[in-house]
């Protein structure tokens, strides 16, 4: 498949400083092969960019797919009120085709709000990877171990990891814990052990909440990332969701690793969590990428919604307007974010060689008029519904705000007629 986009404002997300020009691109197969002036060549697809902004796909750092049906259920709890008596209930409830056609509204959500790649951590994850082929996302998968839950998780990681993380393919296996509280030693030696075996990345929730940090001095004497410092966690790549809850010295500790943090302001700012400190983790060059979290702690996986809340909640906390700049944070949704996964090679800026992850956004909006600055409108006015054609993997997966993949009717039918059954 070729696909060639004429006239777009391209926001290639390279550099330190924004840099737009009007350009056309040019894909073959699954990469960008071209971008040029003027590029005059035969393809199977042309799309008119005129008057677009053309940039990387938006890369959502952690996400509970299967999730999507609890937004709206149970809102305005207590993180434990509300696991134990909203979600634990229904999970326990859930069966194949929940696992699947919950995916897959959750993937149809982000791709209609602009995300590409996102970075799971659930289980019936057999499932979710078919959501994941049907729907053309790019996706890390995962199965997420708790001391209750181990069952043959490790062995599903093993089987799938070994058919997945070999290709040059748009789905990856990574091994998960589900936090410091829900895993005992045993159970986290058992997943840094396999982690090391496949040689893919660890990705748990870490330093979430102030009771976590109870929990874990009370237990064992340490902070969250002292404990998981102590059980060889970070001897690989980790991923790291939340992550509020830092001293001095744990920041000692993750500076010296290949660690990167999941930014989750909205499921931080529902739940009460706390307010991450991102000028400390980029100061100490900690890398830091955005996620959403699941549809239950968000109630919209609209990562330009996380975008601008990520913004006003670091300048309302410090009383500093200048403390982040937006185009920051567009490089966290996307190039800081591939870093974050270890994909920053292959993602997360638009350049010659790189996967084609492309999203076309209409700036023909009352709400985007005038273009003063397009990179703050992006991050200060647009919303996941101004993206208007997405490109993933070098497939066009939605034109003009319709989706391919999958009839939207349907899908919603199938879903509600589950929801019936579980709610
Ligand atoms: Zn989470």
């Known amino acids: ?33 071209k971008i040029s002036e003027s590029i005059d060549k035969n393809a199977e697809e042309v799309i008119d960019g005129t008057g677009k902004i053309l940039m990387p796909g938006l890369v959502n750092t952690h996400s509970h797919l299967p999730m999507s049906i609890f937004k709206g259920y149970k809102d305005d709890k207590t993180l434990m009120d509300w696991l134990n008596n909203a979600i634990f209930p229904v999970e326990d409830k859930f069966e194949n085709d929940d696992f699947y056609y919950n995916s897959c509204l959750s993937i149809l959500e982000m791709i209609k709000s602009g995300t590409t790649t996102c970075n799971d951590m659930y289980f019936g994850t057999e499932k979710i990877i078919e959501a994941v082929e049907k729907m053309g996302i790019r996706a890390n998968v995962s199965w997420c171990v708790t001391d209750n839950s181990i069952g043959d998780k490790l062995d599903k990681t093993r089987e799938y990891a070994k058919k997945y993380n070999n290709m040059d393919y748009r789905i990856k296996v990574l091994v ?5 509280y829900t895993c005992n030693p045993e159970t986290i030696k058992l997943c840094v052990n396999l982690a090391k075996e496949l040689n893919t990345p660890i990705h748990v929730h870490l330093a979430e909440t102030m009771d976590e940090v109870k929990t874990i001095r009370e237990r064992y004497g340490k902070t969250p990332t002292e404990y998981l410092n102590d059980l060889n966690v970070f001897d690989v790549k980790t991923i790291l969701a939340h992550g509020i809850y830092f001293s001095d010295s744990d920041i000692e500790i993750l500076k010296t690793k290949d660690t990167g943090i999941s930014h989750n302001p909205i499921s931080n700012c529902k739940l009460s969590s706390g307010i991450c400190n991102i000028k400390k ?18 109630s919209t996986l609209d990562m330009f919604e996380e975008m601008k809340l990520t ?29 974050v996964l270890g994909l920053d090679n292959e993602i997360g800026t638009i350049e010659e060689g790189k996967k084609a992850d492309i999203i076309l956004i209409d700036i023909e909006k009352s709400h985007l008029i005038p273009s003063n600055n397009i990179v703050t409108n992006l991050v200060y006015s647009a919303n996941g519904a101004d993206v208007e054609t997405s490109i993933i993997d070098g497939k066009v997966i939605m034109k003009n705000r319709k989706v391919n993949c999958i009839n939207e009717k349907e899908l919603y039918t199938k879903v509600l007629k589950n929801v019936e059954r579980l709610l």
């Open 1 to 33: 498949m070729s696909i060639l986009i004429k006239n777009a404002y391209i926001l290639d997300m390279v550099s330190n400083e924004p840099n737009i020009v009007k350009k056309d691109v040019f894909i073959e197969k699954d990469k960008i092969e």
């Open 176 to 180: 998960s814990f589900h936090a410091p």
């Open 281 to 298: 983790l980029h100061d100490n060059n900690i890398k830091i990428g955005i996620g959403t979290d699941g549809s239950g702690s968000t």
């Open 311 to 339: 913004a006003y909640l670091q300048k309302v906390n410090t009383l500093n307007p200048t403390v982040i700049k937006a185009y920051d944070i567009l490089k966290m949704s996307t190039i800081e974010g591939a870093k």
